[in-house]
Structure formats: C-alpha cells, structure tokens
C-alpha cells in the first residue's frame, strides 16, 4: 500500500486520554486510539509514541504545592509511565506487539532506552511507547518527542491533540481565525504560534522534520495522514 510516512513519531497529550472527564484514563479514548493506531500498523507504517502525563500529574504545576520543581517533574515523568502502560496494553489486546521503553531505570516494568534497541524494534514491527520524557526535569514531553524522533529516524512528528491543526488565532475565542495548511518553521516564530514548546520545536527545525499538528479524535485522520491526504491538519516544515 502507498504511504507518505515510513516511521512516524505520534506524540499524545495526557490530556486526551482522560476524555470529556478532564482527569484519569478513559477507556474508550484508549480503545479509539489502539484502533486507530493499528490502522496504520496495517499499512505498513513504523509507530513510535510519546505520551504525556498531565491527565495524571503536570510537573510544572507543583510550585504552588511547595513541592520542588524537581521532584515535580520526576513524578510528572512517572505519570507518563502509567499511561503508557495503559496504552500497551490496550494495543496488545488488539493483537499488536509492543515495547515500553523509559527514559529512568524501572526494569521491572519495562526496558531502559537505548537507541539501537528502539530502532530495532521498529524494524521488528513492534510499536514503541517512549515513556519518562527525557529523564530529566525541565524538560516537557514535547521535547522528549522532537529529541526521540530525530535519533530514531523519524520521518515526521505527528501531534495529536482536540483542534484540526494550527490556526491564525484561537478559533474558540476568534470565529475569523483561519487554519492553515502548510507553514514554515520561521512563519510560526514571526507569527508567535503556538505549536510546542520552544525547545521541541527548535529542535525539529534544526534537523528539518516536519511537525503536522491534527485532530486525534476524528477516525482515519491518522490513516489518511500516513497516506499522504494534505487535507488533515497543519504541515510546519
């Protein structure tokens, strides 16, 4: 089957996966998205993921709770664990074979990363879940997926969030906002859109992978993404 992408890099907020409850793990999110990500295992496509954790616990926000920022971010990067499991097994039920790999040293839950072995995975045709950011406080899982997509090889970052792309303001607040369908990497600074966070996407500009911002929650977006529909999302390139 033709494809426009060969290994792609999904990256999932936390926060999709809690649903309409806005916290926790909502099944059927899971069930969607297992399904939507065996779409294109069928098809061929190398699957690498990156999830967040702020359905569970967001780093960032601990100041206000007296807890250092440090300690903040590794409970965060332990949040990113637990939906990652959730997301394996959720994949596994469907018949898919996957691995777990952390950024921080939890062996009896899953394997450490290490490039090579998270390459060969995907030439084993298993799906990889990336969990624990990038071990280090400070950091965002945005970064953790930028950083994971360039050394595996990826040939794209697909952000999965609830809006259908990038558009020239917030289209809940401005109804005159329009989305666009391509943009540069300098288009989005000079413009001050929001993408990811700025570490992130310096990143993927300095190694030239492209960013697609869509709606996760639509079926087949992601499907048609992989096969190269130029209708679904925003392209930054």
């Known amino acids: 089957m033709d494809k426009r992408y ?25 069930n969607q998205y297992a399904g939507e990500i065996k779409k294109v295992m069928d098809a061929g496509v190398q699957v690498a993921i990156v999830i967040g954790g702020g359905n569970i616990f967001r780093g960032k926000d601990v100041e206000k709770t007296g807890i250092d920022r440090v300690q903040g971010d590794h409970m965060g990067m332990l949040a990113t664990l637990i939906n990652g499991l959730a997301v394996q097994a959720s994949l596994e039920k469907i018949g898919l074979f996957t691995r777990l790999l ?11 990363y290490i490039q090579r ?22 950091f965002t899982t945005d970064s953790a997926a930028a950083l994971r997509a360039i050394e595996i090889g990826a040939d794209v970052v697909l952000k ?9 303001a917030d289209p809940m607040r401005d109804p005159t906002a329009t989305r666009y369908t391509h943009i540069s990497f300098d288009e989005v600074i000079a413009k001050g859109l929001n993408v990811m ?24 977006n992601l499907y048609r993404l992989v096969l190269g529909d130029g209708d679904v999302g925003t392209l930054i390139s």
């Open 6 to 30: 060969h290994r792609i890099l999904l990256k999932l907020s936390g926060e999709a996966l809690s649903g309409e409850r806005g916290y926790g793990i909502d099944s059927n999110i899971l």
């Open 102 to 112: 952390s950024a921080v040293n939890v062996e009896q839950i899953c394997e450490p």
């Open 117 to 138: 072995r998270a390459v060969r995975h995907l030439e084993k045709g298993r799906v990889i879940i990336f969990g624990a950011g990038t071990g280090n406080p400070f």
């Open 160 to 168: 999965g969030t609830k809006v259908d792309g990038v558009y020239s």
């Open 197 to 220: 966070d700025m570490t992130a996407f310096t990143l993927c500009r300095e190694n030239s992978v492209p960013i697609i911002v869509f709606d996760m929650n639509k079926p087949d």
